[in-house]
């Protein structure tokens, strides 16, 4: 097993070697060229950062500054938005459903390295896959970690640190993430926290 492979396996790896540091350069030209294109021309950053991710739905969005590892490891599915600067280290696999919003400043890390200095030090890494579910919005400056999966339909508050899996429905914030409260059928006529929508086509 190479360390190409060991990666994909979320085994430990070393990122200069077989290939590795080749394809992340590769990458790295496609999201300058991402990164700086005129505005203006969807269809053109449309073509290109479904070039960039290993797979996506008919429609997404993904606003400069956008930056990833590999762009391959990322799965993403229809209707997705992401704010500026979200970043994902997909040295590990990084599946995302569909209808979910990411704000400003999101971080999403698979990547790690190990705690003993002199392990740390051998240039060994890893990276652990990260899911998160259908239906999902993840508040501004939020980081989540390696090996955590979000379920459908949460709600991750602004400047969290998810380290832990959150389960479907619910409402989690906080360093470390913890859940707050379930999402119920309450809460479908608030817009925000007690002001009602004043229309009728929410629902």
């Given at each position: 097993m190479d360390h190409k492979e060991r990666m994909?396996?979320?085994l430990p790896y070393k990122a200069w070697?077989?290939?590795l540091s080749e394809e992340r350069m590769e990458?790295?030209?496609k999201i300058f060229r991402y990164n700086h294109m005129e505005p203006g021309n969807p269809e053109e950053k449309d073509k290109l950062i479904k070039e960039i991710l290993g797979k996506t739905g008919d429609y997404i969005n993904i606003e400069a500054p956008f930056y990833c590892d590999y762009g391959y490891n990322i799965e993403i599915g229809e209707n997705f938005f992401a704010n500026y600067n979200f970043t994902v280290l997909d040295v590990g696999k990084v599946r995302i459903g569909k209808n979910v919003?990411?704000?400003p400043n999101v971080s999403?890390?698979?990547a790690g390295h190990?705690?003993?200095p002199d392990s740390r030090n051998s240039g060994y890494e890893y990276g652990i896959d990260i899911t998160i579910g259908d239906n999902v919005w993840i508040g501004g400056n939020t980081c989540i970690m390696p090996g955590v999966t979000i379920g459908d339909n949460v709600v991750i508050g602004a400047g969290s640190v998810v380290t832990k899996d959150i389960p479907a429905n619910m409402i989690a914030v906080g360093n470390p993430c913890r859940v707050i409260r379930e999402i119920t059928e309450a809460d479908?006529?608030?817009y925000y926290k007690d002001r009602k929508f004043d229309v009728d086509d929410y629902k």
């Open positions: 994909l396996a979320n070697l077989d290939g990458n790295k030209k919003q990411i704000a999403i890390y698979t190990p705690l003993h479908r006529d608030y």
